[in-house]
């Protein structure tokens, strides 16, 4: 399994400040990256100190339209967001808010696409495993993806994810 920290910030966090974004927070940046919504430096700045010279590429999942999932890419260094949809253009409309960064979809050409309810998620947990590696999303479809969810959720057990189920298997 692929694992991929997060940088923590080079000074320590202020008393009142998280040490680690939440996802409320990671989910906030987010929006505030690609809608272009005010930055508001008192509440997140000291998280992000340098950041663009420690950190060149970032990879995860937005949800978006009600249960949708997508992945993304972010290429600081180029200033420009990619992102991959398992169902294009079916649950995530555009958005005409796409100026701080390039911005764009990759087409169904890259992105491998799903026709069954609820497999966004897994899709775009495989297409973030695999863009930092350099993978392609050969073998990422509908025939296979229950295969490789229940495969995470092994990876995600034996890592010690579940401490109650870890309990409950040891009883």
């Known amino acids: 399994m692929q694992h991929i920290k997060g940088i923590p910030p080079k000074s320590p966090a202020p008393a009142d400040k998280p040490a680690v974004l939440s996802t409320d927070h990671e989910g906030d940046f987010y929006s505030i990256l690609i809608h272009e919504r005010p ?32 992945a993304y890419h972010v290429d600081l260094k180029k200033e420009k967001i990619d992102c991959y949809d398992p169902i294009f253009g079916e649950a995530t409309s555009e958005t005409p808010s796409k100026k701080k960064f390039s911005f764009r979809r990759r087409s169904k050409r890259y992105t491998p696409q799903n026709t069954q309810i609820g497999d966004c998620g897994v899709y775009s947990l495989k297409f973030v495993e695999c863009l930092p590696l350099g993978v392609t999303f050969d073998g990422i479809n509908d025939k296979n993806i229950q295969g490789l969810r229940m495969k995470m959720a092994a990876e995600i057990l034996d890592e010690g994810g579940n401490s109650m189920m870890t309990s409950l298997l040891a009883n």
Do not use: S
């Not at 508001?40 to 700045?45: Q, S």
């Open 39 to 70: 930055w508001p430096e008192k509440e997140y700045g000291w998280v992000f100190d340098n950041w663009y010279e420690d950190v060149d590429h970032l990879y995860g999942c937005l949800q978006t339209v009600g249960n949708h999932w997508v």
